[in-house]
């Protein structure tokens, strides 16, 4: 049973050895599209003993799984990526009406994950065992040779968010299943049908039963406790920076990949294109409807650049089309009405203390309008919360190294931008900040997918990108010869 219709609703099942299963325990979660509040159908709500089984199931194959030649495992990950482009307008329009996402971000999602998957592949296929001889070390001999190969960790947990359910799925899925691990996903609830379907296609390209499953539950029933069960590995997720330092806490040991939250801040210097920063800035903060956790989510620029940046700001905001993202509309709802509820909040609390409102603050249920805040001070919330919305501070600063500190004071360091035609002011600023990834000249992103992607401080532990991954997700492997003195 992927899939299955109950009084007049599709109900999805979990997937288990390779077969679609219903929970035991009777109870469904029901999906309701932020786009129109309809019901999209239902997941299962699974116990955890449930939870436990799709564990277990994991470790038997992985012995044959990791024994099978990579060039065979490649095969299959083509396979997929093939399904996947297939299958790529049907999972499109899943993500626009689960996650409201606009189609052409929707498609561009799945295309992508089906690049990840070839690319994965060919890396995987590319990595090779290394022979070091015991000679190169004082007091060391010829005689001594170590053979180091890269051997899994075993059973990968892999935690998507709703805001990607598909690529931050495979993201995680694929450099797994590449390195000879098996994979228990649990994608956000939110997003869980798009992801689902996406499982499904993988199911159909032929990878081994039981070597993908899936569980979908309530997060007090079985959110803390998956990720402490003693068959998990390792634990790859994708969340909020509060939910990424509570796994931390209780996992005990089992090692970890965390992408969390970023306040991520576009330093504009005085030389730089103000048409092109206009332009670049707010495609990078008001996409997807800021909801991503590289969006640029504050400016820092002098009054000089910021008096004449900020008309443009203003210009470009109020072009952007605002509604139902089935009619191609950038800006689209929230994904709830909390989320909308605590970025307004945001924007509350900013006008309050004295901020200025350029455009925007205009609410409909969980639809914000893109909103452009300047003069936002330090004392203010929105100077150091991650909105998650489609809300741009602008904060004035005295001078570069103003912007540097000021950057630098924020608890999270996942990405910044500096947009400058000074290389060597461009590099000044990049060497200073304190963040994983400094783009020059353009917006914070993620990608290319081979690119490292991590975070410092509350950002994140570890790094991704299809290589990255793989090695974090398995391990080095020494089996030393010793051979007769001649």
């Known amino acids: ?52 089984q799709a564990i277990a199931s994991t470790k038997d194959c992985i012995p044959a799984w990791s024994a099978l030649p990579v060039y065979e495992r490649a095969e299959i990950f083509y396979q997929a990526a093939d399904l996947l482009e297939q299958a790529a307008q049907e999972i499109a329009d899943l993500l626009v009406m689960e996650v409201a996402k606009e189609k052409k971000s929707a498609l561009s999602e799945v295309t992508r994950s089906a690049d990840l998957l070839r ?8 990595l090779e065992g290394q022979a070091i001889s015991g000679e190169s070390f004082p007091g060391g001999s010829r005689s001594k040779i170590s053979y180091v190969e890269r051997v899994p960790l075993g059973t990968i947990l892999a935690i998507s968010p709703f805001n990607y359910p598909v690529n931050l799925s495979i993201s995680k899925i694929a450099p ?79 090692p970890l990949l965390l992408e969390l939250g970023g306040k991520d801040a576009a330093i504009v210097l005085d030389d730089a294109d103000l048409d092109f920063v206009a332009n670049t800035i707010v495609d990078g903060a008001y996409s997807y409807s800021g909801q991503r956790c590289t969006a640029v989510k504050r400016i820092l620029a002098t009054d000089t650049v910021a008096n004449r940046l900020v008309p443009k700001l203003k210009k470009r905001v109020e072009q952007l089309t605002v509604g139902d993202p089935r009619k191609g509309n950038m800006i689209t709802p929230l994904i709830d009405e909390k989320a909308a509820d605590f970025a307004q909040s945001l924007i509350d609390d900013a006008l309050k203390l004295g901020a200025t409102l350029v455009t925007g603050n205009r609410r409909e249920k969980n639809l914000l309008y893109p909103t452009l805040l300047d003069q936002v001070t330090p004392e203010m919330k929105v100077a150091w919360i991650e909105p998650f919305a489609p809300v741009l501070p602008v904060l004035r600063v005295k001078d570069l190294d103003d912007a540097i500190a000021l950057a630098n004071q924020s608890e999270y360091g996942l990405q910044s931008s500096v947009f400058t035609n000074d290389v060597n002011n461009a590099f000044y600023v990049a060497n200073r900040l304190e963040v994983g990834t400094v783009q020059i000249n353009n917006k914070t992103e993620r990608g290319p997918d081979h690119f490292p992607f991590l975070g410092v401080k509350a950002s994140g532990m570890g790094t991704q990108g299809v290589k990255y991954s793989i090695l974090a997700m398995t391990r080095p492997k020494a089996i030393t010869l010793n051979l007769q003195e001649q």
């Open 1 to 52: 049973m992927f899939e299955q219709m109950e009084k007049g609703q599709k109900v999805y099942g979990n997937l288990l050895n390779g077969e679609w299963v219903a929970s035991a325990s009777g109870e469904t979660i029901g999906i309701h599209s932020p786009v129109d509040g309809s019901l999209l159908g239902s997941v299962q709500a699974m116990t955890r003993e449930e939870v436990d």
């Open 119 to 126: 690319y994965t592949a060919d890396i995987g296929k590319s």
């Open 176 to 254: 797994a299943l590449i390195g000879g691990n098996a994979v228990v996903l649990k994608p956000a609830t939110q997003g869980a049908i798009s992801a689902l379907h996406m499982v499904e296609v993988l199911n159909q390209a032929g990878f081994p039963k039981g070597i993908l499953n899936t569980v979908t539950g309530r997060g007090s029933q079985i959110g803390d406790y998956v990720v402490t069960q003693p068959g998990i590995d390792f634990i790859n997720f994708t969340g909020s920076t509060e939910v990424g330092r509570h796994i931390s806490q209780i996992s005990c040991m089992t």
